[in-house]
């Protein structure tokens, strides 16, 4: 009983993800996810810089193979390192879960809950867009939705479908979008922010949101870490009559922490924050201090189930919930990892949900179901994901860069 064989593919079906197989002496593999957006390379390398490390270690020892990556590398936390990591402790929840005939959510502790609450990403260029947009995810049964919406006289907006750099979906108009890639180009394409224009217009949407549908839907929304301290405390103000489930990334406080108390202290709409936040002692301040209400990070982004469950238990104290990161640049590996975690945890809160192309669904065959409004991971033992490397093969890597936003007078400004 030892680690054999450790493989990592780069592959593009329909977007770039960087995937991890790691095969025991019995023949038992298990999945893994490093898929690091527009940084794929980067991540790929990191593994098979590891990948000796781990042959002919005992697969059976989870914690002690992460500590030996994490300690071992002296280089500890990093976006690089830890979707590497993280690749390989879900590859060894997932060959244990099979060794063992059970699903991963058990080997956490068992299903906490029936079903995972999911949200989908709503968005449009204008108000009736926006609506046909919303309406569609509550046709498919959506009970919470992300609503992002396009800016007068700003050509593109993060998040929303139809705007020009966004690819929206073949077939499902107004319903989907892969923002990112954003294109397949080496050199990133740039956007434009105006924090003015935005603070004008997106209250009205959302009273008009409101208006239109009542109070009985969740809505959430996205800053994408554009505002200042300042401003975020005010918009978290304005908003407050709508009744936000979170707004997110308000500002970018994952790096100075502190710029969140101005908008805590101005404001009770609940903030969710970290999906660029990379290891559990980023968040010591955050949750000791209850800065946060969501922990968005994502298993792949995070140091893996290992990792992730000591972050949800810390902040289980301070009755801090999850809201893991689930957009389509986390492979259908990553995201039945989130999946699991959270069945398992006490203190889930919701889970993003971005369905995958069906391009990506034919390489990664998943188990985990979708039932009015709430995912399940399924019961088959590990994480219950399997990848068609044949086909994988056919979808090599394409370099696909987030975009780069600049003010309306050229400065460099945050994604
Ligand atoms: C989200 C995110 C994504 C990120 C993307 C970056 O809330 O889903 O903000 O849209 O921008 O995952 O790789
Ligand atoms: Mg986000």
Known sequence: MAIEKVDVFVTSPG???VVLKITTTDGVTGLGDATLNGRE???????????????????????????????????????????AISAVDVALWDIKGKKLGVPVYDLLGGASR?????????????????FDSIDS???????????????PGI????????SANAQTGKGEKGMRYDYEPARRTEVPVEEVWDARTYMNTL??????????????????HDCHHRLSPIQAARFGKMIEPYDLFWMEDCTPAEENQEMLRVVREHTTTPIAI???????????????????????????????????????????????????????DVSPVGMAANLHLGLAIPN????????????????????????????????????GVEFDEKLAAKFPYQPAPLPVDRLLDGTVHEW
Do not use: C
């Open 348 to 383: 889930f809160g919701i889970q993003e949900y971005m369905r995958h192309s069906d391009e990506t669904l034919d390489v990664f065959h998943t188990s985990y179901t979708f039932t009015d409004g709430m995912l399940h991971p399924g019961n088959k033992p590990g994480i």
């Open 15 to 17: 977007r770039n993800f």
């Open 274 to 328: 970290g999906e660029i936040i990379n290891s559990a002692t980023d968040y010591l301040t955050l949750i000791k201090e209850q800065l946060l209400d969501y922990v968005r990070s994502a298993v792949t982004h995070t140091g893996g189930i290992t990792h992730m469950k000591k972050l949800m238990d810390y902040a289980s104290f301070y009755d801090i919930k999850s809201g893991f990161h689930g957009p389509t």
């Open 155 to 162: 050509p593109s907006t993060y998040g929303v479908a139809g």
């Open 203 to 220: 209250p009205g949407v959302f009273e008009a949101v409101r208006n239109k549908y009542g109070n009985g839907i969740a809505l959430l």
């Open 41 to 83: 390379l980067a991540a790929a390398q990191y593994l098979k810089t590891i990948a000796p490390m781990l042959i002919g270690k005992n697969e059976d020892n989870i914690e002690d193979i992460w500590q030996y990556l994490y300690k071992g590398a002296y280089w500890k936390r990093g976006p690089v390192t830890m979707a």
């Open 114 to 130: 029936t079903g995972l609450l999911t949200y989908g990403h709503a968005s449009g260029v204008d108000l009736p867009s926006l």
């Open 137 to 151: 995810y509550l046709d498919k049964g959506f009970k919470a939705v992300r609503v992002q919406s396009a800016l």
